[in-house]
C-alpha cells in the first residue's frame, strides 16, 4: 500500500474534523433555531439555547436565555421552561405547559421542518453550481453492445449503430437521445433514426413495447479514458493518472470501457488469494506507456477491482430548472429513507447501510475536498435524514413528544409525570445505545 505523508495525513484528518464540526453544528443550529423561533412566537420562555452537548464550551446570557455552545458537537437542544415534568404550571402564560396541544405540536414540528426545508434549498443548489456527470452522455449515441432478448434486439438494432433521430427530432449525443427519450409515455409509437454503415435505417415500435421487455438494451459506446482514481486501489498504486486513455490490457485490445472489467475478470484466479499481475498499454498526453498492475479482489462485490471511474464533466442548470430537479430529488431520497427503515424494522435491511459520526464526518471530509457542490449535495441529505429522523416516534425525539401529543389528544389529558419521565428516559437509553453501535460499526468500517 502507499504510505501517507505525515503532514498530508494530518492535514486530511484537521481538515476533516473541522468540516464535519462546521456543518453537523450549522445543520443542529437550524434545527434548534426552529424550536427557539416558534417558542418565541406563541411567548414560551427559552431558557436555553445550545449548540452542541455539555460541558459548555463559551455563551452568553440574554434577557432569559443563556445562549452556548458546548464540547460535544453531536447534537443541540432547546430548553423551554415548564417542557420539564418538574416545572409544569398550566397557569404560567410563558410556560410550556400552558399552552394548547396545537401550539406544542408547533414548537415541537419546527425543527425538523426547518431541517426539511434547508434540504430543498441546498439541493436546488447543487444543480446550479453544477453537477458531474458521465463524459460519454456529450459523445455520439453509438451503441457498443445489444443485449440478448431486449427490447433492441428485438427491433433488429446492431452493435456499431448510432442513433440520429428520435420520433424525426435529430439526437447529436446521448444527453440529447435520454432527453427526447424522457418526453414519450407508454401510449406513444416510436421511430428510431439509426445511421448503420454510412446509410440511414428506419426502425418502428411503441413505448408499450419498450415497457413490455423493462428496459431499452442497449449499451452506450464510452471511450476507455480515466476519469477518476479510487484512493488506494490498484490503479492508484500502478500508476495510472486521470485522462490515460486504456489501449490493451492483458495484451487484450480496449475499445470500449465495458471492456476493462470483463477482461480484468478473465485473467484472475477464481480463488482470490493470489491475483495475477496485468500489463496496461497506454496513452497520456500523445505518447504510449507500459504499466504493470495487480487487481485487487473486494469481498463485497465478489469481483476484482482496479479502482477507475469513467470521465465525468460538469453540468449547470438555470434557476427554474435546478429548482426542479431539486425537489425531484429530495422527494425521491425521502421516499428512499422511508423504505430503507421499513427494511430495517422488517428484518430485510443491512446494518452496513447504517452510518454514524465517523462515516459521516468522512463523507462530509471528502465533500468539502471535492468541491461546492458535493458539499451542498451532502448538507442537503444531511439535513433531510436530520428532519426525518426527528419526527420517528421515539421517546426523547421530537416525533415521541409529538406522538405523547396525540395520546394526550385522544385521552383528552396528558399521562402521569411519571410515566412521562420513565420513557424519555428509556428512549434516550435507546438513542445511546444507537449511537454506540453505529459508531462501533464505523470504527470496524475502517479498520477492515
Same mark, same amino acid.
Given at each position: ?138 459523445? %455520439?449515441? +453509438? ?6 432478448? *431486449?427490447? &433492441?434486439?428485438?427491433? =433488429? !438494432?446492431?452493435? @456499431? #449503430? ?60 464510452? %471511450?476507455? +479514458? ?6 488506494? *486501489?490498484? &490503479?492508484?498504486?500502478? =500508476? !495510472?493518472?486521470? @485522462? #490515460? ?72 442548470? &438555470? ?6 430537479? @431539486? ?122
Amino acid at each position: 500500500s502507499i504510505s501517507t505523508p505525515p503532514l498530508a495525513g494530518n492535514n486530511f484528518m484537521i481538515t476533516t474534523v473541522l468540516s464535519f464540526i462546521v456543518v453537523l453544528g450549522f445543520l443542529i443550529f437550524i434545527h434548534e433555531l426552529g424550536h427557539y423561533l416558534a417558542a418565541r412566537h406563541v411567548n414560551v420562555r427559552v431558557e436555553t439555547f445550545s449548540i452542541g452537548f455539555p460541558p459548555k464550551m463559551t455563551g452568553f446570557r440574554r434577557g432569559n436565555t443563556d445562549y452556548q455552545i458546548c464540547w460535544i458537537p453531536l447534537g443541540g437542544y432547546v430548553r423551554l421552561f415548564g417542557q420539564n415534568v418538574m416545572d409544569e404550571d398550566a397557569n404560567d402564560p410563558e410556560n410550556y405547559a400552558s399552552k394548547t396541544v396545537w401550539q406544542r405540536f408547533y414548537i415541537l414540528v419546527a425543527g425538523p421542518a426547518m431541517n426539511l426545508v434547508f434540504a430543498f434549498i441546498f439541493m436546488p443548489l447543487v444543480y446550479l453550481v453544477g453537477v458531474d456527470a458521465p463524459a460519454y452522455l456529450s459523445a %455520439p449515441p +453509438v451503441v457498443q453492445q445489444v443485449k440478448v432478448e *431486449s427490447f &433492441a434486439a428485438s427491433v =433488429g !438494432l446492431q452493435a @456499431g #449503430d448510432e442513433v440520429i433521430a428520435v420520433n424525426g427530432r435529430e439526437v447529436r449525443n446521448w444527453r440529447g437521445l435520454q432527453s427526447e427519450w424522457g418526453t414519450l409515455t407508454p401510449a406513444d409509437s416510436l421511430s428510431l433514426t439509426v445511421l448503420r454503415s454510412g446509410r440511414e435505417v428506419e426502425v418502428q415500435s411503441t413505448m408499450r413495447e419498450v415497457q413490455n421487455y423493462g428496459e431499452v438494451g442497449w449499451v452506450p459506446h464510452i %471511450p476507455a +479514458v480515466i476519469g477518476v482514481i479510487s484512493s488506494g *486501489s490498484a &490503479a492508484e498504486e500502478a =500508476g !495510472l493518472e486521470i @485522462g #490515460d486513455r486504456i489501449m490493451r490490457l492483458g495484451g487484450e485490445d480496449v475499445g470500449d470501457w465495458s471492456d476493462i472489467s470483463r477482461l480484468v475478470q478473465q485473467s484472475q484466479p477464481l480463488a482470490p488469494a493470489n491475483p495475477i499481475p496485468m500489463t496496461v498499454e497506454l496513452v497520456r498526453n500523445g505518447q504510449t506507456k507500459l504499466l504493470e498492475l495487480t487487481p485487487k479482489y473486494e469481498p463485497e462485490v465478489g469481483r476484482y477491482l482496479l479502482g477507475l471511474q469513467v470521465g465525468t464533466e460538469r453540468e449547470t442548470y &438555470a434557476l427554474g430548472e435546478a429548482i426542479g430537479l @431539486g425537489a425531484e430529488r429530495v422527494i425521491f431520497m425521502t421516499q428512499t429513507t422511508f423504505n430503507f427503515l421499513g427494511q430495517m424494522l422488517s428484518g430485510q435491511g443491512s446494518t452496513d447501510d447504517l452510518g454514524g459520526p465517523i462515516r459521516i464526518g468522512m463523507f462530509i471530509g471528502d465533500a468539502v475536498r471535492s468541491g461546492v457542490g458535493e458539499l451542498f449535495f451532502l448538507i442537503a441529505v444531511i439535513s433531510l435524514q436530520l428532519g426525518i429522523f426527528n419526527l420517528l416516534p421515539i421517546p426523547a425525539l421530537d416525533g415521541g413528544h409529538i406522538f405523547f401529543l396525540l395520546v394526550e389528544k385522544i385521552k383528552g389529558g396528558p399521562l402521569s409525570a411519571a410515566t412521562r419521565e420513565r420513557t424519555q428516559m428509556l428512549g434516550f437509553s435507546v438513542l445511546l445505545l444507537l449511537m454506540v453501535f453505529v459508531t462501533y460499526h464505523d470504527i470496524l468500517s475502517i479498520a477492515t
